[in-house]
């Protein structure tokens, strides 16, 4: 009689550290989800940042260009490269190149 009430207390120990380990493997899963969505996330409003703040720049210096049809600059948004090309009278399509 000794020798099963030792093999229930072993099984009930293996079933509480199988599921402790099944628990953290879904918690770590669940964790890396959560951080890939805030980066992505991160990364779109960092590239919206960029453009508004590359098309600031580019209306407040359109005026004094040569050559309005295109242009660049590594100048005014935080050192990054932001390129400017003629997409009509008056509009231009706004490059930023960001480096993650």
């Keep these: 009689m000794r ?3 030792y093999w229930k207390k072993g099984a009930i120990l293996l079933q509480t550290l199988v599921m402790s380990v099944i628990l953290s493997m879904i ?4 964790l ?3 951080m890939a969505r805030y980066i992505i996330v ?4 960092q590239s919206a940042v960029n453009v508004t703040d590359a098309q600031g720049y580019a209306s407040l210096k359109t005026m004094t260009w040569t050559t309005p ?8 948004v935080e050192n990054k490269p932001v390129s400017f090309q003629s997409a009509g009278t008056g509009k231009f399509v706004t490059t930023v190149t960001d480096d993650y």
Excluded at 27 to 30: F, K, N
Excluded at 42 to 45: P, T, Y
């Design 69 to 76: 049809a295109n242009a660049s600059t590594t100048m005014g």
């Design 42 to 45: 991160n990364r779109v409003k």
């Design 32 to 34: 890396k989800w959560i």
């Design 3 to 5: 020798s099963r009430a």
């Design 27 to 30: 918690s770590v899963m669940i």
